[in-house]
């Protein structure tokens, strides 16, 4: 069993910046992957940025060059910092986890943290 922990969420105004945060714990596989999502009401989640274990990084082109996945592995802690926000930004944002390894695999999700930037 994986769980993931997510923080960092909050109001911003606009060219602002947040940091948040998918702290993972339990029985990991040694090369995991993660995405960053996002998602507002109405409308389906779409991904943001992807860090695979192998070390490819991508990102959707609307936050290029303004948003930076991560990852500290002392921690199992995965980070999207987010500069020069926009209102259209605004967004429930989850972590997602994934691995396959040995016949076996899973996918998890954190729980979203809510993100607003409005001035």
């Known amino acids: 069993q994986v769980h993931l922990v997510e923080s960092g969420g909050g109001l911003v105004q606009p060219g602002g910046s947040l940091r948040l945060s998918c702290a993972a714990s339990g029985n990991l596989f040694s090369t995991n992957n993660m995405g960053w999502y996002r998602q507002t009401p109405g409308s389906q989640r ?12 991508t990102y959707t082109d609307s936050v290029k060059g303004r948003f930076t996945i991560s990852k500290d592995n ?46």
Do not use: F
């Not at 779409?46 to 990084?57: D, K, M, Q, S």
């Not at 500069?83 to 016949?103: F, I, Q, R």
């Open 46 to 57: 779409r991904w943001v940025a992807r860090l695979y274990g192998n070390g490819t990084i």
């Open 74 to 119: 002392t921690k199992n802690t995965w980070y999207l910092q987010m500069n020069t926000l926009k209102p259209e930004d605004t967004a429930v944002y989850s972590c997602n986890l994934w691995s396959k390894a040995l016949g076996a695999g899973y996918n998890y999700w954190g729980q979203g943290t809510q993100v607003t930037v409005s001035s």
